[in-house]
């Protein structure tokens, strides 16, 4: 009688091993899903980051040349307009022309925070970096709605510059300047505006890409760190 009740409850023990060492690893395999699908998500994401880089280099390219043409109007505008009136309207065109248009990219961002993937990150240092950079795309387009809404310097290239082409600017032809008055306290404090607007937009485009290339290294540990 005895053997028998210990047969059986070494049967008991033997089965809810089992059924405990089955929920242990589907639980692992599920966790080990998870971590895949992250893994597949942030690698697309790094595809993402990697083509950001590549357009936030054009705009910076644009946005300080932007900077550097206002600079030199804004020191040297009497000068010009007395001396080089085709260069004085190639970089006032250039001011009134140059913007660009951010391609805000969050879709894979999106998945993986709205999936609950997120979760599964291990280094909240790396969490808080993606929600920094993604605020970052939202301040970045609000800025380019104000540089590209700029439109009081367009009036005053359209009233001072000639219609007729005698160059390009990257943005389109240029004209001489053909007014009979150099440009005006008014308009010199319109192009300070736009230059300012420039250089700070610039200059935040490229420490996000600083910011950015680092970023990349930081989900590739992240991905490094749970491929086994």
């Given at each position: 009688?005895?053997?028998?009740?210990?047969?059986?409850?070494?049967?008991?023990?033997?089965?809810?091993?089992?059924?405990?060492?089955?929920?242990?690893?589907?639980?692992?395999?599920?966790?080990?899903?998870?971590?895949?699908?992250?893994?597949?998500?942030?690698?697309?994401?790094?595809?993402?980051?990697?083509?950001?880089?590549?357009?936030?280099?054009?705009?910076?390219?644009?946005?300080?040349?932007?900077?550097?043409?206002?600079?030199?109007?804004?020191?040297?505008?009497?000068?010009?307009y007395?001396?080089?009136?085709?260069?004085?309207?190639?970089?006032?065109?250039?001011?009134?022309?140059?913007?660009?248009s951010?391609?805000?990219?969050?879709?894979?961002?999106?998945?993986?925070?709205?999936?609950?993937?997120?979760?599964?990150?291990?280094n909240?240092?790396?969490?808080?970096?993606?929600?920094?950079?993604?605020?970052?795309?939202?301040h970045?387009?609000?800025?380019?709605?104000?540089?590209?809404?700029?439109?009081?310097?367009?009036k005053?290239a359209?009233?001072?510059?000639?219609?007729?082409?005698?160059?390009?600017?990257?943005?389109?032809?240029?004209?001489?300047?053909?007014?009979?008055?150099?440009?005006?306290?008014y308009?010199?404090?319109?192009?300070?505006?736009?230059?300012?607007?420039?250089?700070?937009?610039?200059?935040?485009?490229?420490?996000?890409?600083?910011?950015?290339?680092?970023l990349?290294?930081?989900?590739?540990?992240?991905?490094?760190?749970?491929?086994?």
């Amino acid at each position: 009688m005895r053997n028998t009740i210990l047969k059986y409850a070494l049967e008991f023990i033997v089965i809810i091993a089992g059924i405990l060492v089955s929920f242990y690893i589907e639980k692992q395999n599920t966790i080990s899903y998870k971590d895949e699908l992250k893994n597949q998500s942030l690698g697309r994401l790094i595809s993402n980051i990697e083509n950001d880089i590549k357009y936030s280099k054009f705009n910076y390219n644009i946005h300080s040349k932007g900077a550097k043409f206002g600079k030199i109007i804004l020191t040297r505008s009497n000068d010009l307009y007395l001396n080089d009136k085709d260069s004085l309207g190639y970089y006032l065109k250039s001011v009134s022309l140059f913007g660009t248009s951010f391609v805000d990219n969050q879709e894979e961002y999106s998945t993986l925070r709205n999936s609950g993937l997120m979760e599964l990150i291990d280094n909240d240092v790396l969490v808080s970096k993606l929600q920094s950079k993604y605020s970052d795309h939202s301040h970045f387009k609000r800025l380019e709605a104000w540089i590209s809404g700029f439109k009081e310097l367009d009036k005053v290239a359209n009233q001072k510059i000639s219609f007729k082409t005698i160059g390009k600017t990257l943005y389109g032809p240029h004209g001489t300047y053909i007014s009979n008055e150099p440009l005006n306290n008014y308009e010199l404090n319109v192009l300070t505006r736009k230059t300012g607007l420039f250089s700070y937009y610039a200059g935040l485009i490229k420490k996000r890409i600083t910011a950015d290339s680092l970023l990349i290294l930081e989900i590739r540990k992240e991905i490094d760190l749970h491929k086994y």
